[in-house]
């Protein structure tokens, strides 16, 4: 589970949305979503990207 907290100290944050994402890197096309979360409190709003792989099984040289 992703735990996301505002800016303003408010822990009580819905996802608005979720894009899936393929980026590409040497070659390789890794698969990822967008985030986009808005604070109950607030309203303020923010996006994260995660990518959908485990670190410990892909190897990537940048």
């Known amino acids: ?10 822990d ?3 996802i608005m ?4 994402t393929v980026s590409e890197v040497n ?3 890794i698969s990822g979503v967008e ?3 808005v ?3 607030c309203g303020a709003t923010d996006k ?3 990518y959908l792989y ?3 099984k892909v190897s990537l040289k940048i």
């Open 1 to 10: 589970m992703i735990k996301h907290i505002c800016d303003c100290g408010n």
């Open 35 to 37: 985030i986009t979360y």
């Open 48 to 50: 994260d990207h995660r």
């Open 54 to 56: 485990q670190l410990d």
């Open 39 to 41: 604070c109950s409190s």
């Open 12 to 14: 009580n944050v819905d």
């Open 27 to 29: 070659g390789c096309q």
């Open 17 to 20: 949305s979720v894009v899936e």
